[in-house]
C-alpha cells in the first residue's frame, strides 16, 4: 500500500499569510495525487487534481506542486474560509490512498 | 447541476448488514465511474470502493472485500453499497463521490460528493 505522510498535521496560521502542507508518497505515484478540503460537518471538495490543476471554481490562491514523491499544497494569502482540513490522495497504485490530513487552524 | 444524495446509513449491530444508495442526478451517470469513501467520526478518509460506468468492473479495499458489494442501476442513476458482516470498525460516514473524468475506473480524482451517511455499527 502507497503511505501518504502529510505534514504538519496541525498548521497554526493568520490570515493573509501563506501556508505550506506538504505530502509524501512511500513510492512513486506519478502526478496522480490530489488535495481536498474539508470543514467541519461537510463533505471534502476537490482542490487540486494531479498534482498541479486546479478544479473548477478553486481560487488561484491554491497551488500545487512537487518534486519526485514530495507534494505540496500551497495557499498564498489564507483567507478565513481556507482554515479546514487538508488530505492528499494518490490515485496510482490500487489501493488508492489518503493522507493523515493537515489541520490549517487560526 | 450535479447532486449526490446517500441514503440507508443506520445503527446496526455487529454481524448485520445494511445496503447505502446514492441518487444522482445532474450529470449522464452511466458515463462515469463512481467511488465510496468512508470517514470514522474523528478520522481520515478511506477509499472503499469503484465501480466502473458499465458497472462490470468494480474495485475494493482490502478491509471490505468479500464483505462489501458496489453495483449500480443506470437506469435509475443509483450507486449501491450492500454491506454485510458489519463489524465496529465500520463505523463511518459513508461518502458517494463523482469522479472528475470519463476516463478513469478505479482511480479518479471526486469532483462532487454527496453530504454522506452515517451508519453505526454496535457491538
Known amino acids: 500500500e502507497t503511505v501518504l505522510t502529510q505534514s504538519p498535521a496541525t498548521l497554526s496560521m493568520s490570515p493573509g499569510e501563506r501556508a505550506t502542507l506538504s505530502c509524501r508518497a512511500s513510492?512513486?505515484?506519478?502526478?496522480?495525487l490530489g488535495w481536498y478540503q474539508q470543514k467541519p460537518g461537510q463533505a471534502p471538495r476537490l482542490l487540486i487534481y494531479?498534482?498541479?490543476n486546479r478544479a473548477t471554481g478553486i481560487p488561484a490562491r491554491f497551488s500545487g506542486s512537487a518534486s519526485g514523491t514530495d507534494f505540496t499544497l500551497t495557499i498564498s494569502g489564507l483567507e478565513p474560509e481556507d482554515f479546514a482540513v487538508y488530505y492528499c490522495?494518490?490515485?496510482?497504485?490500487?489501493?488508492?490512498?489518503f493522507g493523515q490530513g493537515t489541520k490549517v487552524e487560526i | 447541476e450535479v447532486q449526490l444524495l446517500e441514503s440507508g446509513g443506520d445503527l446496526v449491530q455487529s454481524g448485520g448488514s445494511l445496503r447505502l444508495s446514492c441518487a444522482a442526478s445532474?450529470?449522464?451517470?452511466?458515463?462515469?465511474?463512481m467511488t465510496w469513501v468512508r470517514q470514522p467520526p474523528g478520522k481520515g478518509l478511506e477509499w472503499v470502493s469503484s465501480?466502473?460506468?458499465?458497472?462490470?468492473?468494480?474495485y475494493y479495499a482490502d478491509s471490505v472485500k468479500g464483505r462489501f458489494t458496489i453495483s449500480r442501476d443506470n437506469s435509475r442513476n443509483t450507486l449501491f453499497l450492500q454491506m454485510n458482516s458489519l463489524g465496529v470498525e465500520d463505523t463511518a460516514t459513508y461518502y458517494c463521490?463523482?469522479?472528475?473524468?470519463?476516463?478513469?475506473?478505479?482511480?479518479?480524482?471526486?469532483?462532487?460528493w454527496g453530504q454522506g451517511t452515517l451508519v453505526t455499527v454496535s457491538s
Open positions: 490522495q494518490q490515485r496510482y497504485i490500487l489501493p488508492l490512498t
Open positions: 463521490a463523482k469522479h472528475l473524468t470519463t476516463v478513469t475506473t478505479w482511480g479518479g480524482d471526486y469532483d462532487y
Open positions: 465501480i466502473v460506468g458499465s458497472g462490470g468492473t468494480t
Open positions: 494531479e498534482t498541479s
Open positions: 513510492q512513486s505515484v506519478r502526478n496522480y
Open positions: 445532474g450529470f449522464t451517470f452511466s458515463n462515469y465511474a
